[in-house]
């Protein structure tokens, strides 16, 4: 027959282990519960009505299609996303190619009134929607210049730019400049050196950067509502228009499509961080 010895500190160490693998409920614990209620459930809501047959969801009276169905036979809604995707697309594409070039010449060089280039390009950013709206249709007013959807793909590049630029200015800070500078000692001109080695490495920030101003130029409502023509709508201004007499049930189906829709850009975001960041 054998004696086991046991050691104090080993209990110690079991209590311990016990102890902390209890979950304790804490005050931080059941605020950050309700933030999540509070902020996701009505998401939830919306989505639940947008399958009731209802019109005017005021009670559950059954589960149906037909609105998310009505809803890609409605030609307004269906013209008025062509016009955002429009939008959308041109500014991102424009922003994309100026946003990085303008964040690389603010990393690389040094030229009098940087400093004032910077903030000025990041002004957007924090100047609220409707100052820079106002002042859009002031400029386009001042210039003759006729609203109609170019007018409002030239406002949003305005905000577009300033997002891209950040978001590729951020991913410039992490890279090793070691790499271009021997690309050039062994003979690439720089812009073969840019084409070659920074811009592959800068990728992953720009489709981060073009997916957040996707995002946000789908979103817009002030700044498109000041700059568009007569007889141009997006979807956000159509939507708008649309629930000032109540929310209808097509337009819970619109916002659970858009909401999906912009879910699916976050992952893709996201997936492209995590890769950039395994193989970095």
Known sequence: MTNTVTNPEDKILIDLSKSQ?????????????????FMYLPIFVLGFYSFNKSKYSAGWEGFTLQWYIKLFEDTRILTALQNSLTVAIC????????????????AKYKFRGKS??????????????????????????????????????AAHIVFCLAYVGLVVSTRLADLDPCLEEAALDLGA????????ILLPQLLPGIASGCLLAFVLSMDDFL?????????????????????????????NALSVILILASGLIAIVGEFLRIRSDKKS
């Open 189 to 196: 001109t720089p812009v073969a050196a840019f084409i070659k």
């Open 21 to 37: 693998a209890k979950f304790q409920f804490s005050w931080q614990v059941i605020f950050t519960i309700l933030m999540f209620i």
């Open 116 to 153: 004032l280039y910077l903030g000025v390009s990041y002004l957007p950013l924090i100047v609220p929607d409707i100052a820079i709206a106002v002042a859009t249709l002031v400029f386009l007013t001042a210039l003759a210049i006729r609203l109609s959807l170019w007018t409002i793909i």
């Open 223 to 251: 700044i498109a509502s000041f700059t568009s023509g007569s007889g141009t709508t997006t979807l956000p201004m159509e939507i708008f228009s649309r629930i000032r007499t109540g929310v209808k049930p097509d337009i």
């Open 91 to 106: 500014a991102v594409m424009v922003s994309a190619v100026i946003g990085t070039l303008m964040a690389v010449g603010l």
